[in-house]
């Protein structure tokens, strides 16, 4: 069976799916980071494609903020207690930004750092207990120490990946045609002047 776009779906459904684009009335939000994978035909139906540059300094701490936060509110809903100790954490992600440059963290990657942190804390505040839930009203307190062990996890694995893949995880996506490596540039690829996503 045919396929297309860079052989990922078969012909009848990138068909359609071309045919919808082609007469969609509205506003249609598509994301990618494998933006390789889009050919001439399906990159002639956007109309307006927006560049999404690394997370820098200003905006990784800022997203950390966002869900920590997210995760107070939720245990205030369920009446549950937990802290964070936010500064100490703080402190860690401008140490590890500035530390591990090609280990930078993305969205996706805070967002489920952030839940994996919840679920180490919440572990923790059961005394390691994997049998049964010693208190339900335990105290739960998030520290920089899950998030550390979060980013050793995630470092780790990354550095297995580059073993298994003979290259870094950026150069492996420019090598496979996924999307260049923008690390270390000043503007985006459409030659506009990066900027923070909360500037």
Known sequence: MKTGIKEGLPRPLVTVLLRVLEYYNGVLFLTTNR????????????????????????ST??????N?????????????????????IMQFIHLHWESKDRMRWNGRQIRNGCQTALALAEFEAQGGNLERVVDANAEVKITYKHIRIVSKSYREFNHYLERVYDRDLDRR???MGIRARDIGATSGPFGFEKQSVFS
């Open 35 to 58: 933006i390789g994978d889009f050919d001439e035909v399906f990159a002639s139906r956007v109309h307006v494609s927006l560049y999404y540059p690394h997370l820098d300094l200003q």
């Open 61 to 66: 701490p800022k997203i950390f903020e966002l």
């Open 68 to 88: 920590l936060e997210r995760i107070v509110k939720q245990s205030q809903e369920k009446n549950r207690a937990i802290t964070i100790d936010q500064e100490k």
């Open 173 to 175: 996506a420019k090598y």
